[in-house]
């Protein structure tokens, strides 16, 4: 069976805990902290259509409004101004556009006025600023801004939130990525460990913009240095504007913003719940289980290092029911791996084939930007220069893994459209596992689309023994 996949910017989670239930994270609420990039109407939008916030939004199935209006209520408001620099805001007497110091302020002040009500526990938060900062402010006033706007708005209840990377080609904010970005890279895991209990992810957000300048074609896109549109008279000045990149001066059209609006459609959708034993999500939104025992890949980039791996086995010797019990993945050019079996005999965490000892909260570096980070007492997080995050849990018997993943082209493993385990299957040299004795074991491969389970759907058999 072949499925069409949205490989964007996905996420899965996969586990094998006991309790068969999954489901997909969803958000029914969006809030946005930014500039002219983002702005669809708070101040003075620069786009012939609407901003990748609005198309955001759109795919969601979100309402969003703007900070104009008086009585949000439960819809999602944008907050992001032209202009915008992330903590310096208007000189007076002026009062726009506002800082997005003063736009999380702004948020605040609704919920001080009983304006507005969300549900922290679908509602993503969305910070998209710095590209108006460029060498003015330093990466130390950065990060403490920035700080401060996340601080603010956990304290108000907002648990999901992402931190957008800025553009690097597009040539009149190139300083701002080159002094800011890095600032963002380092911060995210900082915040997730101050914040153990929400999820902080570094979007790739001015990324998804490079990529169409760097590959045009793949995006429908033929003019990336054109404008198609005159301030000045307010007029187009092109006849498919549909195929440039430029609308405004420095500015993405509409189609470019509908362009990453989708992909970080599907980059907010990279979280998800699952449980079995084990139970996976695939990037489609397929549910489905698979008894099989080996190490496999779980899931895999064909754009950069990003590589999951697991080792399942059986609960008990004998037993039809298998279990997640090794992960590992490549690090900055360094192995990582979680094992419960070796868990009292050494370690738990593995670097290099040698145990590690983190503390909670604590953060180790790892190669060239890479990081590893000890959440709580038995969770755990990957972080890849790349911006990909992958989480591991201890539950003591198996392992539960969850992934952030923020990256662009095709995606492999068990968690893609292929739904053919045995495709996945590692042995020799491609296991970065140590070498056990390969068993002959039965599977059972269950499908299910959405809420609608088709039992038995397969049923591989890679054994000689009669069911």
Known sequence: MNLVAKTTALALLASSSMNPTASAH???????????????????????????AGYLAQDFGITLTTSKDPAPGTKGINFAE??????????PPATQPRSLTQ?????????????LTFNPGSSLFLSLGGLNDHTSATQTQIAAATTAQIVTLYGLGARYFEIGLLPSLVPVFTDSAVNINPVYRSLVPQLQAQFPDAVIGLSNWGTYYD?????????????????????????????TPKTYFYSYAFHPSDAAHHIVGDALYQEAHALATATGDPHFTTYDGVHYDYQ??????????????FEMQVRTRSTYDGSGVTIMSEAAAMLCNHKVTFDIDRASAGGFVWLDNSPISLSVRGSRPIGDGCELLEISSNDYRLI???????????????????????????????????????RWRLTGAAS????????????LLSVGIGLTVFCVMRRRVISSKPL
């Open 292 to 305: 099989g025992i080996g190490d496999f890949l779980l899931t895999g980039s064909s754009v950069d290092q």
């Open 432 to 443: 970065l596992f140590s070498a056990v004795p390969e068993p002959s074991t039965l599977t």
């Open 211 to 239: 990529d169409i300048i760097r590959n045009p074609s793949q995006y429908g896109i033929t003019n990336t240095t054109d404008l198609c549109f005159d301030f000045s008279t307010q007029r187009q000045t092109c006849s």
């Open 26 to 52: 969803t958000f029914t609420d969006l809030f946005v902290f930014g500039d002219s990039y983002s702005d669809t109407g708070a101040y003075s939008p620069v786009t012939n259509g609407s901003t990748a």
């Open 384 to 422: 890849w220069n790349t911006g990909e995050m992958l989480d591991v849990t201890d539950q003591g018997t198996y392992l539960d893994l969850s992934s952030w993943l923020g990256l662009l082209g095709p995606m492999e493993g068990l968690l893609s459209s292929e739904l053919d385990p045995d």
């Open 82 to 91: 032209s202009g915008a620099r992330v903590d310096v805001g208007p000189a």
């Open 103 to 115: 736009q999380v302020a702004e948020f605040q002040s609704y919920l001080s006025a009983s304006a």
